[in-house]
């Protein structure tokens, strides 16, 4: 079991490098657009066994394959705005887990990510309604008490989960755009894990790595993330 688990690992780590390798020629303009030949897309309709689970934003600059300098077949890419995570988002990449067998889920935000600056924007609208609405200090202190749980009711799921990941990085005295994207992309890999049982156990039994990145879009750089 043991070498089954380091075979895992290795497995894991040279496909995150080979991503990353991806990457640097993507941003240094030396993209070799890999494996999008005829002969590829035919070897392929019986079947894929992608290397790699990305949960990527939708935003249209930020296709995963592209920055990764990858090709058919390489990433099972599940893209949302933000990287909102419902059933749907855990259902595939559990998929990818169990059936694809991949050993490897890259958790991919962002630079200026529209859903980030919505929530930002929108924690700022509903504190001034608390604290315009408050009769006293007492009454906004215990309003601004509560703000964790009013964003977890939020009819929205963008407020329930950017903006929550937003209002705790201001908790932890963070302010600046990349730091609430980097605490979004690590809350996004703590929900991931919290939902899923399928994949805390192949988390458990080592057979699948996850990793949180972060995109820049003027370079073009992927950031990996540590947490």
Known sequence: ?????SLAEATANATWSRMLQGNRRFYTGKAEH????????????DGQNPDAAVLACADSRVPPEIIFDQGLGDLFTVRTAGQIIDDAVVASL??????LHVSLICVLGHARCGALETADRELD???????????DSLATADAI?????????????????????VWQAR?????????????????TIEMLVDRSPAIQQALAEERLMIVGARYELESGKVEVLSF
């Open 1 to 5: 079991m043991a070498q089954a688990d």
């Open 34 to 45: 890999p494996w999008q030949d005829k002969e590829t897309r035919h070897m392929l309709t």
């Open 94 to 99: 559990e998929y990818a887990v169990n059936k």
């Open 125 to 135: 609208e509903l504190m001034h309604s608390i604290t315009a609405n408050a009769d």
């Open 145 to 165: 008490d509560d703000f964790d749980e009013q964003i977890a009711n939020s009819d929205s799921i963008v407020m329930r989960q950017a903006g929550m990941s």
């Open 171 to 187: 908790e932890a005295e963070l302010e600046c755009a990349e730091d609430f994207e980097r605490v979004h992309v690590a809350r």
